[in-house]
């Protein structure tokens, strides 16, 4: 099959026919149709996360079909379309994983990070964290939902159920979903952008948000959360200025650069900074219920396997609208 293979950090992803994976006991095989690309696969690709196997093909917002299943699956059957995300195992017997934390197990896997993902024509995957995927939206635009979506759904929760104005810093693929999800429950979206990224503010007006503005600009009232997508730790005071008393600061990547230092004022009166890390399956199966009732549209730019490369490229220098989706055909 065809994939895109990652030899080493900090080099193009290269091009090549590599052997088929069969699914193994426990494993679905599946013929991927089209698989996200989120900024955790561009801090693979750069080495910011520095424990990848290698050679590894990433990707882990795969929409498939399954073409095979391993002894012992039970559930799945050849010819279902499936999702598979980023949490790819859990040991299911640590303290997090008995607690409802699975998202946090030491032991965890990663689909393209600790195993091969969905830049390939097929991949395999632990059948117990694939998801059947709701009907009635393309393969294509079903693929940012699995990490953008996911992931983006439980920084909102951690954001707390009774924020009703909710900040967005960075307008890509999660907050472009996310913000179809506030309007749906009665939130008030602000969006804050890179100054001059005209593409993300027409984008967040076209969705609906009650403010679109700069990341250095204060919002016209008080937060009750904000939500930083963006890896930028000099973002993080910014947001907590603009938080109202009581308010959270939800940090909603894997990776981000170095918070400044600041003044102890603008964290006192309670307000909170939090990360969120990974998802569980009662997250996905949550939010894969919630997406089609929205319903959420996603905006995606497609590209083949063979522009791998360059998709990667625009999101580095955020120049994607929405989401990147490489189409494997499938
Ligand atoms: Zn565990
Ligand atoms: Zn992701």
């Known amino acids: 099959m065809r994939a895109a293979v990652l030899?080493?950090?900090?080099?193009?992803?290269?091009?090549?026919?590599?052997?088929?994976?069969?699914?193994?006991?426990?494993?679905?095989?599946?013929?991927?149709?089209?698989?996200?690309?989120?900024?955790?696969?561009?801090?693979?690709?750069?080495?910011?996360?520095?424990?990848?196997?290698?050679?590894?093909?990433?990707?882990?917002?795969?929409?498939?079909?399954?073409?095979?299943?391993?002894?012992?699956?039970?559930?799945?059957?050849?010819?279902?379309?499936?999702?598979?995300?980023?949490?790819?195992s859990t040991c299911g017997t640590c303290a997090f994983c008995s607690s409802g934390r699975e998202n946090l197990c030491p032991h965890a896997r990663f689909t393209g990070y600790h195993t091969d993902g969905g830049f390939a024509q097929h991949a395999v995957a632990d059948s117990s964290f694939c998801f059947p995927l709701p009907v009635g939206?393309?393969?294509?635009?079903?693929?940012?939902?699995?990490?953008?979506?996911?992931i983006g759904y439980r920084a909102l929760r951690m954001a707390?159920?009774?924020?009703?104005?909710?900040?967005?810093?960075?307008?890509?693929?999660?907050?472009?979903?996310?913000?179809?999800?506030?309007?749906?429950?009665?939130?008030?979206?602000?969006?804050?952008?890179?100054?001059?990224?005209?593409?993300?503010?027409?984008?967040?007006?076209?969705?609906?948000?009650?403010?679109?503005?700069?990341?250095?600009?204060?919002?016209?009232?008080?937060?009750?959360?904000?939500?930083?997508?963006?890896?930028?730790?000099g973002l993080v005071p910014l947001a907590l200025k603009a938080v109202e008393r009581g308010g959270t600061v939800v940090c909603a990547g894997i990776h981000m650069s170095d918070i400044p230092s600041f003044p102890y004022g603008i964290l006192w009166e309670e307000r909170m900074i939090r990360s969120v890390a990974n998802l569980t399956r009662a997250d996905a199966r949550e939010f894969l219920d919630l997406a089609p009732r929205v319903p959420v549209q996603t905006e995606v730019q497609v590209f083949s396997l063979d522009e791998v490369n360059e998709a990667l490229a625009r999101l580095r220098t955020g120049r994607i609208i929405g989401s990147a989706v490489i189409d494997l055909g499938g």
């Open 7 to 88: 030899e080493q950090a900090r080099t193009p992803l290269a091009l090549r026919e590599v052997p088929t994976p069969l699914p193994g006991p426990g494993q679905l095989g599946v013929r991927v149709s089209a698989c996200g690309v989120c900024r955790t696969d561009l801090h693979i690709v750069d080495g910011e996360l520095t424990e990848p196997k290698l050679p590894l093909v990433p990707g882990h917002q795969i929409v498939g079909t399954v073409t095979g299943i391993g002894k012992g699956v039970s559930g799945f059957s050849v010819g279902q379309r499936v999702g598979i995300p980023w949490l790819g």
């Open 137 to 150: 939206q393309p393969d294509l635009q079903v693929a940012p939902l699995l990490c953008g979506g996911l």
């Open 160 to 233: 707390g159920e009774k924020a009703k104005r909710i900040g967005f810093y960075g307008f890509g693929s999660a907050a472009h979903i996310l913000a179809q999800v506030c309007r749906y429950q009665g939130k008030e979206v602000y969006a804050f952008t890179r100054p001059g990224d005209e593409s993300a503010k027409a984008l967040a007006a076209r969705l609906g948000v009650s403010w679109v503005g700069d990341s250095t600009q204060a919002p016209p009232e008080p937060l009750d959360a904000a939500i930083l997508f963006a890896p930028d730790g």
